[in-house]
């Protein structure tokens, strides 16, 4: 009997017959077949209804569990008996009635034994319950002839603590009693019929274990039943010590712990420092990430822990993603493929049905059933990113390659490039079939640099471009970044259409002449080096005689920054000259920057950089060695632009100091203000103008914007610079996107140009105070937070670009959304450091006062 829906067990069952609810990481139908088979039961009748296809799927004819099964579908209810009437056909000698939804190691071969030593018509398996009310009780004699049934009784009504176990031994006969064409039920109607005719019916009490895991709870407590021993089934695993159970091709470091009785199924995965706790069930290809801490949890397949989760009674469904931090308390049952945001906390007996997102920090104390609580996008900051082979696998790599090809013409080509991980390659190689399949063709950059694939695009005047990379700081996951035909990161309207088609799966399907090809460029790199060198002033560059220490931090730059080097007449120092992914994973930022800072001093050099893995982003040191965070960068940078052009033209986001503004003054350059998103940068580097560029909303001039001739947000003349706060800077004349090898060639030729040391115009850079805090903001809440931002800006001198930016005589305040996580950033200024904290956090309060 397999087509009940299990309704008490949701949302483990909300997309899945009960039947197939794993029980120590197998299907409870599959021990009810074992236990079959053990008994000598060869030929089976499985009834199905709910999600029949499930059933039939797994189990097909039977042949791999040993055993010969035939399928009978109810088309709607027909209840127990009018269930097996439906399979009438097959059952033309006498049988047994099981369900395949509960947890038993019954003595099938006593039970049949006593009902042909009785001749009876109808034999009912018994077994003794402590507590009988939520089931049958059937009351015998001592011959064990059954005297009456009482279904679910009250107290006043229990006689007997023996109930039906739903097993019965049937004659054929038994079909005399079932009507058609009507729901019946065997213990209210067919054998009350029975009885009436005068014909007997016995009842075995059975000795062994019977559980009906009719509720969340029973489910928790079989499995602890399974592991105790108290019932005979089969745990796929090794005992590696008394009631600790690992599966084939697990791995629990050394450092784990891992406490009995427990199993850990196959291929899984326990980190450092783990901790598995008495009664956890771990299911096959499931990650504990480091750190995590399980207490009497079931985590069905292909889980995903992160680091410092911690679980106590707690249900997982399959594919259920919890990300760092995530604590869940006793009673918490997640379904299938739910992801729960990091640092979030599910309280008591919390049901999270499946396919739901809980965001980012979000406490939740009712179970989330229709809403789905601010499902993700795909797109975050810089493209879309996952955990490798978990969110980001080869199948999504297709399918969004596909939705992105099919925005292009047919036979048009992309470049695409990845970094030297494992990871990425995995993934372009199926960004590159997708691309085909949709009829584009591909440049394979194979591995390179993020700027030589934007070069690459706009070189050869390609229709965009795809890179894949790990995420920088997170050696698990990986991100998929998509340029357009200007090289530079697709827009949010781009985005948007991409999701589009990625989730109505409305790709174009190429026939197979028109399938896409790869290719591979040659001299990319050389056309690279030497349209970067031309961009500068070569021949002061060589006339300085440049003395620099570079460190590669183990990327991709390796490979491109021979190729310019060897133009500039320098003499070059290089550490970790090659790329190499394991180093690259656990390179320290600052570590090397400092170690870059003593090579400087040590051999008198003029300069000093290390150069992130991607060769986008770049940490400077100056001559003595000291290391400039990202803001004195900027601030030197945007100094040595703004006196080598006459009048220059820079782009900076929102979020700039007012040293820059007083350094563009002081030379009569102007500022193109940006939203603090590098692609909003690029755009603006580029020469676009971007939705709301003017600063304010629809129809409303921002005081700023009228205040100041040096805020604007549409170019009159091409940029000649454009920088971030984070360590990114573009030369548009070369490339309008970050490029740490541009960087550098323009910083030495600018330097060239004024004839001082990095040094002395650093020395020159005015103090800057800027405080940052971070308010969690529900997603629910951002709207209403920003509006009344707005309406409180009224009358005051504000900048509107992205967010709301407040000028004050001596500062400023920037309250901006994010646009990934729960939070609101507050950014503030002020004339000394403890200023600007206290502006930022006095905000910061304001804010949570006006979420309560």
Avoid at 452 to 475: E, I, K
Wanted: glycine share 10%.
């Amino acid at each position: 009997m397999a087509g009940g829906e299990g309704t008490r067990l949701r949302p483990l069952t909300a997309n899945q017959p009960k039947p197939m609810l794993p029980m120590a990481n197998r299907p409870m139908m599959e021990h009810i077949l074992a236990l079959l088979r053990r008994h000598g039961f060869e030929d089976v009748v499985v009834t199905v209804a709910f999600l029949a296809n499930a059933i039939r799927t797994y189990f097909g004819d039977g042949g791999e569990f040993g055993v010969n099964i035939a399928y009978a579908t109810e088309a709607s209810p027909m209840g127990t008996a009018g269930s097996v009437r439906n399979a009438r056909d097959e059952l033309t000698e006498r049988f047994l009635v099981i369900s395949g939804d509960v947890l038993t190691d019954f003595d099938l071969s006593s039970l049949l034994r006593f009902h042909e030593q009785r001749g009876a018509i109808a034999t009912i398996g018994l077994a003794a319950m402590e507590n009988p009310l939520d089931f049958g009780i059937v009351v015998t004699e001592e011959d064990g002839t059954v005297q009456r049934f009482l279904e679910k009784p009250g107290w006043g009504q229990v006689f007997s603590d023996t109930v039906n176990t739903g097993i019965y031994v049937l004659e054929p006969e038994i079909f005399d009693f079932i009507p058609e064409d009507r729901p019946v039920d065997f213990a209210s109607d067919v054998f009350p019929a029975v009885l009436g005719k005068g014909l007997p019916i016995y009842g075995f009490v059975s000795s062994g274990y019977w559980e009906d895991v009719g509720t969340l709870s029973s489910y928790l407590r079989a499995h602890q039943d399974i592991l105790d021993r108290r019932v005979l089934v089969n745990i796929a695993g090794f005992e590696m010590k008394p009631g600790v159970w690992v599966a084939e091709g697990a791995l629990v470091e050394p450092s784990a712990r891992v406490d009995g009785p427990s199993l850990i199924g196959p291929n899984s995965r326990v980190g450092a420092g783990a901790h598995i706790g008495e009664y956890c069930v771990i299911g096959a290809n499931t990650h504990v990430g480091a750190g995590t801490k399980l207490q009497r949890t079931v985590a069905h397949d292909n889980v995903y822990l992160s680091a410092g989760v911690q679980c106590r009674g707690t249900i997982l469904g399959r594919s259920a993603e919890l990300r760092q931090g995530v604590r869940c308390e006793e009673g918490v049952v997640l379904g299938d493929e739910c992801f729960i945001g990091a640092h979030a906390i599910l309280n008591g007996d919390v049901r999270v049905y499946p396919f739901k997102t809980v965001e980012t920090g979000a406490i939740i104390n009712s179970s989330i059933i229709w809403e789905s609580r601010g499902a993700r996008t795909l797109f975050g900051r810089d493209g879309v990113a996952g955990l490798a082979n978990v969110d980001m696998t080869p199948e999504l790599a297709v399918r969004l390659s596909m939705a992105w090809a099919s925005m292009l013409p047919m036979g048009s080509t992309v470049a695409v490039s990845r970094d030297s991980s494992r990871s990425a390659r995995v993934l372009k190689r199926a960004i590159m079939v997708g691309c085909n399949a949709a009829g584009v063709n591909v440049d394979d950059l194979e591995v390179a640099t993020v700027p030589m694939t934007r070069y690459q695009v706009r070189l050869m005047g390609r229709r965009g471009g795809m890179t894949v990379r790990l995420v920088p700081d997170d050696r698990d996951s990986v991100v998929l970044r998509f340029f357009d035909e200007s090289g530079i990161d697709v827009d949010e309207t781009t985005q948007r259409k991409i999701e589009r088609l990625y989730y109505r799966e409305e790709f174009r399907r190429s026939l197979a002449g028109e399938l896409g090809e790869i290719g591979f460029p040659a001299r990319t790199v050389e056309l690279y080096a030497a349209d970067l060198v031309d961009s500068v002033d070569l021949v002061s560059i060589r006339r300085r005689k440049y003395k620099i220490v570079l460190d590669y931090a183990f990327g991709t730059a390796s490979f491109v920054m021979p190729n310019v080097l060897a133009k500039l007449g320098a003499e070059v120092l290089v550490v970790n000259p090659y790329a190499a992914t394991a180093s690259a994973l656990s390179f320290d930022h600052s570590l090397h920057a400092g170690r870059v800072a003593e090579l400087v001093q040590a051999s008198r050099a003029d300069l000093g950089a290390v150069i992130n893995p991607d060769a986008e982003h770049c940490t400077l040191v100056d001559d003595t060695g000291h290391v400039l965070d990202d803001g004195e960068a900027l601030l030197a940078l945007l100094t040595l632009v703004v006196r080598c052009y006459e009048r220059a033209a820079v782009a900076l986001p929102v979020s700039l100091p007012r040293a820059a503004e007083a350094i563009c003054a002081a030379h009569g350059a102007s500022i193109s203000l940006t939203k603090l998103s590098a692609a909003d940068l690029m755009q603006v580097a580029l020469g676009r103008s971007t939705p709301g560029d003017d600063g304010a909303p629809d129809g409303e001039s921002s005081g700023r914007d009228m205040a100041s001739p040096l805020a604007r947000s549409v170019p009159e003349r091409v940029i000649d610079f454009a920088g971030s706060q984070l360590g990114g800077f573009i030369f548009p004349q070369f490339l309008p996107a970050y490029d740490a090898a541009a960087t550098l060639v323009h910083l030495m030729d600018l330097l060239a140009k004024v004839g001082e040391p990095l040094s002395a115009i650093v020395g020159g850079l005015p103090p800057v105070f800027v405080a940052h805090e971070e308010v969690v903001t529900p997603w629910e809440r951002k709207g209403m937070l920003m509006r009344q931002l707005v309406e409180q800006a009224k009358g005051r001198d504000v900048v509107l670009v992205d967010g709301v930016k407040f000028l004050e005589p001596d500062g400023w305040l920037l309250v901006i959304p994010d646009p990934e996580e729960p939070l609101t950033h507050i950014w503030a200024e002020g004339p000394t450091d403890p200023s600007a904290r206290s502006r930022a956090h006095e905000q910061a309060v304001r804010l949570a006062e006006m979420l309560r």
